[in-house]
């Protein structure tokens, strides 16, 4: 499935635009909006788990000038885990990083 660009996510329709496990949408305090994502782990996970969270279609970004990615993160990272964000570029069989991903506290 394509996804148009600009694409905009206020997981208003759940997570129709997302391939996903252990993740629901919720209404806790959204950033904006009525929902927001959320995993379904209780309490700390355990080491190495990784729960991803994939738009389940390419961004065409043929046309795009300075296209950003902007998210909000709300919880707690103890310590040794973190929050990545990753990005393909050849049809997903590569996920690199996003080198130039900053973390902002609010």
Do not use: C, I
């Amino acid at each position: 499935m394509a996804v148009a660009y600009p694409f905009y996510e206020g997981f208003e329709g759940g997570l129709t635009n997302w391939l996903h496990a252990a993740w629901v949408t919720e209404t806790n305090a959204p950033y904006a909006g009525n929902q927001a994502a959320h995993d379904t782990v209780p309490g700390p996970m355990a080491p190495d788990t990784s729960l991803g969270l994939t738009l389940a279609g390419e961004l065409n970004l043929t046309n795009a000038v300075n296209p950003q990615l902007t998210f909000w993160v709300r919880g707690h990272l103890l310590h040794y885990s973190g929050f990545r964000v990753q990005v393909s570029t050849d049809g997903g069989l590569n996920w690199p990083e996003l080198g130039a991903a900053k973390a902002a506290r609010r």
